[in-house]
């Protein structure tokens, strides 16, 4: 009886997770820290996954870094 108790907190707990990471947080360049304006990304900014994590480039940063943008890519990607 304990273990199905402890099952049950265990999956409560999961549920309380899950239901906090789908929050909306405001959407910001990861470089300089500048607030985009509504929920999506403008079209200017650039998007890249780095260990995981999904990261926006504001326009301004985006065109200061575009040489270690490009750096990343592969080869097959020229």
Do not use: H
Not at 6 to 18: I, P, V
Not at 47 to 60: F, I, M, Q
Not at 62 to 76: P, V, Y
């Amino acid at each position: 009886m304990a273990d199905s108790r402890r099952a049950a907190e265990n999956s409560t707990e999961r549920r309380d997770d899950s239901s906090a990471s789908r929050r909306p947080t405001p959407l910001a360049c990861a470089t300089c820290g500048t607030p985009a304006e509504g929920d999506d990304p403008p079209a200017t900014w650039v998007c890249s996954v780095e260990g995981g994590a999904v990261r926006y480039l504001c326009e301004r940063c985006a065109r200061e870094n575009i040489r270690s943008i490009e750096g990343r890519l592969d080869t097959a990607w020229w």
